[in-house]
């Protein structure tokens, strides 16, 4: 089945492809998110977390990621604990009932990360850990494989930058060379160096965008 076809099973085409803006909360959601799902056909929500799990794992268990689910998983629970305990930005698409495609992230200070992984971010960039300093981090860019000649990926991202207009941002994936990093590039990412341990277990690639 060719990817035209795929998209009329889906019930989905590209002019229904629209990519929302959604801020979460200053401080977070906490306790009292009340998760909706994408069937409900609400605007202006935050994706609830397993929807945002089974969107990644479809998303990288294709060539070149082949990851393992449980990746996904993880990215989930990331996810939701961004979304409660702290303010996200997210650009999202949705058709179907369904999530097909997200990029969200927060701002990133290094006094707010007292963490292990941010400690590691931190040692292993060196004297380029300043670059990203008071910028914002994006955690997660996904578009459901399907859709990949829509594009889909890219208009999200798109979306998503829009959104920090003005503040610089960077992100952590794997050191391949792969079609996520290739757009990365294409909208003005570089490599700034390597982090801590992405899914194909290797040390990640950080790769960072100036204020556009």
Not at 19 to 41: D, R
Not at 42 to 49: A, R, W
Not at 73 to 78: D, E, I, V
Request: hydrophobic content about 40%; proline content about 7%.
């Amino acid at each position: 089945m060719d990817e035209h076809a795929e998209r009329e099973v889906l019930g989905t085409s590209p002019a229904e492809l629209n990519v929302e803006l959604v801020w979460g909360l200053p401080g977070g959601l906490g306790q009292s998110w009340e998760l909706v799902g994408s069937a409900a056909g609400i605007l202006g929500v935050l994706p609830p977390p397993l929807e945002v799990e089974e969107l990644y794992a479809a998303a990288a268990a294709e060539p070149p990621l082949n990851e393992d689910p449980r990746h996904a998983a993880l990215f989930g629970s990331l996810y939701d604990l961004s979304v409660r305990n702290g303010q996200v930005l997210v650009a999202a698409s949705r058709s179907g009932g369904r999530l097909r495609s997200i990029a969200y992230g927060h701002f990133w200070s290094w006094a707010e990360q007292d963490h292990d992984w941010a400690h590691e971010l931190r040692s292993t960039l060196g004297d380029a850990a300043q670059a990203i300093e008071w910028s914002f981090a994006l955690n997660l860019l996904a578009r459901d494989p399907h859709l990949r000649s829509a594009g889909l990926g890219r208009a999200t991202l798109q979306t998503w930058l829009a959104g920090i207009s003005g503040h610089s941002c960077w992100l952590l994936t794997n050191d391949i060379d792969s079609p996520a990093r290739r757009l990365y590039e294409s909208l003005g990412f570089f490599a700034l160096g390597h982090g801590p341990q992405a899914p194909n277990g290797q040390p990640g690639l950080v790769m960072f965008r100036p204020p556009a």
